[in-house]
């Protein structure tokens, strides 16, 4: 009886190396992080954090708040929620969007999806374009 030759399922491909992610420069971080709190400040916080129903609300936003994480701003919340069976309060955060920097003062943005990743519908956008994206783009703001 003839046995056949096992071959592997996997095949060796040629990987380029990835470019280096652009260097975020120090004046236009801390630009980015005072734009975006004004806006964090002045409408999403009044806007979105409620305090919670007297129904005994299980999961409910207690703050909204943005952070740079090498070279993405993310705007995220954090949510308290209980635990209905032994009564325990819990809190976890949330990431809503995030702002990719990729150089020349551009943006790439994206919004969480329920599948619990990233979707990048806008690239190579302004500052400007990014802040008003967060004020009217319903998708980028917390749920």
Excluded at 11 to 39: D, G, M
Excluded at 68 to 81: E, H, L, M, S, V
Aim: hydrophobic share 30%.
């Amino acid at each position: 009886m003839a046995r056949s030759k096992s071959r592997s399922k996997y095949e060796w491909v040629y990987s380029p190396k990835k470019e280096p992610s652009p260097k975020i420069p120090e004046a236009l971080k801390k630009l980015v992080q005072e734009r975006f709190q004004e806006i964090i400040d002045n409408d999403l916080k009044p806007n979105c954090i409620h305090p919670p129903s007297p129904e005994g609300k299980i999961m409910y936003l207690v703050d909204i708040f943005g952070k740079w994480y090498r070279n993405y701003f993310y705007i995220c919340g954090t949510y308290k929620y209980k635990n209905p069976l032994t009564g325990e309060e819990s809190s976890s955060e949330h990431k809503f969007s995030r702002f990719e920097y990729v150089g020349s003062d551009r943006f790439n943005v994206a919004y969480m999806r329920h599948t619990e990743k990233f979707w990048e519908f806008m690239q190579d956008v302004t500052l400007e374009q990014c802040l008003e994206s967060l004020q009217t783009l319903p998708h980028l703001r917390p749920f």
